[in-house]
């Protein structure tokens, strides 16, 4: 007859196979069984965890897409859409009903949304993780126009990987008499410190001279620093060139983009293979007023051996890609660090393909049409918290 004193107790499962099950699992999941034990709590909360869980999430990202409904882009709609399964799910902005100005998404990065909430000038932002709905409103920067009048701001929001933070540049142009050349003065926001930190005007002259960088562009960040599109003035007048900032040790420097880039060609700055990339198209395939569009462009990527970042025989021409289409075809951005994405602009609507350059194949992306445009950002589900919440280690994507 069995001895049920003698039985033995069920073993009981280590945190190790807990953490290694569930970082596998989407984070509406996560949160309800955050319920489950105080253990579980903590678990889930943990740096480790939540490193764990991006890393294996990052492998799968989604496009989040927002569509414009009129000209003014004050009625809008927001989804994500499953890469594998295409299927979209409406994204609702949790604090719209407070701004006075609809928002203006600024870079999506590692789970964080950086939103642009200001009325103007691009002052105010907020930091929001569609995934965990938590946002935090970031303090007011400190440049503004009280001295001189603002004529435009650029802006970009990365991870680095080196100071283990999230970044928010502000880039800020101000108006200038006829004899002068635009003043840019520049101040960068820390994920870690929760504060803004001004920039020496005077090194940033001296590291990229006298430009322009025109606001409303996407910064493109590779290899730990943003990358915009400027036009020089003053000695480097009708010059096209990159402006780059390394969040490292944040500090500017200038990369050239080939030789006297013309006026009839638009640059557009792209993350191509873990390398930094320019689209190279003309004008004609943007502004219809020219004629037929010509949906052909050059892909160039920047030698990663580059010495002199004055040097514009540092880039390769790495493709010429001709996209047959009736409309107008024009690269916004690089999915899944191989895939071009390509805006096909039709008379009757907007859609979105991915091109692989490498067998020349275009795949369609069936999101539904908008009135107006459409704006697309890559999406990666992630636990990481809008505040600082001590050393949560974020790899990039692409590893």
């Excluded at 599109?229 to 040790?249: H, Q, T």
Aim: with cysteine.
């Amino acid at each position: 007859m069995a001895n049920n004193s003698s039985a033995p107790s069920p073993p009981l499962v280590s945190n190790n196979i807990v953490k290694d099950i569930t970082s596998r699992l989407p984070i509406k999941s996560i949160k309800r069984f955050q319920s489950v034990s105080k253990a579980w709590y903590f678990l889930f909360n943990s740096n480790d965890f939540i490193s764990t869980h991006f890393r294996r999430s990052s492998s799968h990202p989604s496009l989040l897409i927002r569509r414009f409904h009129n000209p003014t882009g004050s009625k809008f709609s927001l989804c994500l859409m499953d890469n594998q399964t295409a299927i979209n799910r409406e994204v609702r902005i949790p604090f719209l009903g407070c701004l006075v100005r609809y928002p203006r998404i600024v870079e999506s990065c590692n789970g964080i949304i950086c939103i642009d909430i200001s009325p103007c000038h691009a002052c105010g932002f907020v930091l929001w993780n569609i995934s965990t709905r938590q946002f935090r409103g970031l303090p007011r920067a400190r440049i503004n126009d009280a001295h001189k009048p603002i004529w435009m701001v650029a802006t970009g929001f990365g991870y680095s990987r080196e100071t283990n933070d999230f970044k928010l540049v502000r880039a800020v142009n101000f108006h200038c008499n006829v004899d002068e050349s635009p003043l840019l003065s520049a101040e960068v926001y820390s994920w870690r410190t929760g504060s803004w930190k001004l920039l020496d005007e005077r090194m940033i002259e001296e590291r990229i001279g006298s430009c322009v960088i025109p606001g409303g562009q996407q910064a493109v960040t590779v290899d730990g620093s943003m990358h915009w599109v400027a036009n020089g003035v003053g000695n480097l007048a009708n010059r096209k060139y990159i402006v780059s900032f390394d969040m490292g040790n944040e500090e500017f420097r200038r990369i050239q983009i080939l030789d006297r880039l013309p006026s009839a060609i638009c640059a557009k700055v792209v993350g191509f293979k873990e390398s930094l990339a320019v689209a190279l198209y003309p004008a004609k395939s943007v502004y219809p007023g020219y004629g037929t569009p010509l949906n052909r462009m050059e892909l160039w990527t920047l030698d990663k051996d580059y010495t002199s970042y004055n040097d514009s025989t540092c880039w390769t021409k790495l493709h010429m890609i001709e996209l047959h289409s009736s409309g107008l075809s024009i690269p916004i951005g690089v999915h899944n660090d191989s895939q071009l994405l390509v805006k096909r602009v039709d008379p009757q609507c907007v859609s979105l393909s991915l091109f692989d350059p490498d067998n020349k194949t275009i795949k369609t992306l069936p999101i539904c049409s908008s009135d107006y445009t459409c704006e697309f950002y890559s999406y990666v589900e992630s636990l990481v918290p809008v505040a600082n919440a001590g050393d949560v280690e974020v790899e990039n994507a692409q590893e």
